[in-house]
């Protein structure tokens, strides 16, 4: 049994010759922790998954012990890892923002047997909240499309991203975003993968889109500067090949262009 156990949106780890491990049963017994909440979510390696929150964080912990935020995790552990650890934080936050029912202020109970919460009183089920959200690399010419946010640091630049809101579909909600944030038209929108992002609850769906038409126009509320890169000339602070965000950059530079090679690799 592997306990993913939170302080709000810090885990506790086992740390091993700087290795990160996820405490086990003996671990949480060793440590005399209270915890509340326990929900199963999974497995990794035949281990079944809990996730649960202190009911009160332990003050001090042995030295091969720690604490360790969500996002410096998803680059010290594996996919699979992180898989769960961001599914257990999306859950644990879900239940501890939904102990009363948003229509009648009732307490909510968890539902028998799926992953929801009912109110016994009017009958209102919710389901954990997942934001899905599009990430877009459009080329133009072999040039990519990157922009930097303005709550970015200065000269760290990304692909484009943006909520989808509710009727938009996919595709739409891709070339609501582009026009909005730089004014240019898209074309030939293609899925390229997605990436649980549960920072706090969103699901990056990633893209790749062909230039339609228009001319840069940054819309200065969410971006400070946008343009066009070539392979040879893209900012030095871009993101981690681990986000999807720095895999499309990772696709644009081997090659994906849209239409000029339609074999290219992902
Ligand atoms: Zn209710």
Redesign the pocket.
């Given at each position: 049994m592997l306990w993913f156990l939170f302080d709000n949106n810090k885990m506790l780890i086992k740390l091993n010759n700087n290795q990160v491990f996820i405490p086990n049963q003996e671990d949480i017994k060793g440590l005399a922790i209270q915890v509340e909440r326990g929900i199963l979510i999974g497995g990794l390696e035949n281990f079944p998954c809990y996730a649960a929150e202190f009911s009160q964080a332990p003050e001090a912990l042995p030295n091969d012990f720690a604490y360790m935020s969500l996002r410096k995790l998803f680059f010290k552990t594996d996919e699979e890892v992180f898989g769960i650890a961001g599914r257990a934080y999306q859950i644990i936050h879900w239940v501890r923002t939904h102990q009363y029912?948003g229509?009648?202020?009732?307490l909510m109970e968890n539902k028998a047997g799926e992953l929801a919460r009912k109110?016994p009183?009017?009958?209102?089920t919710s389901y954990p909240r997942i934001s899905p959200a599009v990430i877009v690399a459009v080329v133009k010419d072999e040039q990519l499309l990157m922009a930097s946010n303005i709550n970015f640091p200065t000269s760290f630049y990304s692909v484009l991203a943006g909520f989808v809101e509710p009727g938009e579909t996919l595709e739409a909600c891709v070339q609501r975003e582009i026009k909005e944030e730089v004014g240019i038209e898209v074309k030939n929108i293609t899925y390229f993968g997605s990436q649980p992002w549960p920072f706090p609850d969103s699901l990056m769906i990633g893209f790749t889109a062909e230039y339609a038409g228009g001319e840069i126009a940054v819309d200065n509320t969410e971006l400070a500067t946008a343009d066009w890169f070539a392979r040879t000339q893209l900012p030095g602070n871009i993101p981690d090949n681990k986000t999807i965000a720095g895999r499309l950059i990772e696709w644009f530079l081997q090659g994906g262009t849209h239409g000029l090679y339609s074999n290219n690799k992902r």
């Open positions: 029912c229509k009648c202020s009732s109110c009183s009017c009958g209102i």
